[in-house]
């Protein structure tokens, strides 16, 4: 299993990012994915999560009506459009797979930094 993050960056608050995640190595159609970031000195958090279809999105309090999780299963690839930024979503951000039994994959991560 792999994953290919892109994406992140430096932006201005109130500005926007849109990350990707290509993976391989599975059947990506068959398994939910996930978005989580982890900031300095802070436990890792869920971002986002959305189904094997794409019908079924969750996302965390603080960014929700902000980010936008989103599915391409003829690309593999998975997407976190990320509008209205503020400095507290300075992170790096990770996607993850969950497959059968349990065994979970994560990507290298990708750094975003909001500041002006």
């Known amino acids: 299993v792999q994953f290919v993050e892109s994406g992140g960056g430096l932006v201005q608050p109130g500005g926007s990012l849109r990350l990707s995640c290509a993976a391989s190595g599975f059947t990506f159609s068959s398994y939910a994915m996930s978005w989580y970031r982890q900031a300095p000195g802070k436990e890792r958090e869920l971002v986002a999560y959305?189904?094997?279809?794409?019908?079924?999105?969750n996302y965390a309090d603080s960014v929700k009506g902000r980010f936008t999780i989103s599915r391409d299963n003829a690309k593999n690839t998975v997407y976190l459009q990320m509008e209205s930024l503020k400095t507290e979503d300075t992170a790096v951000y990770v996607c993850?797979?969950?497959?059968?039994?349990?065994?979970?994959?994560w990507g290298q991560g990708t750094q975003v930094t909001v500041s002006s």
């Open positions: 993850r797979v969950r497959l059968t039994y349990g065994v979970e994959y």
């Open positions: 959305i189904s094997s279809a794409g019908g079924t999105t």
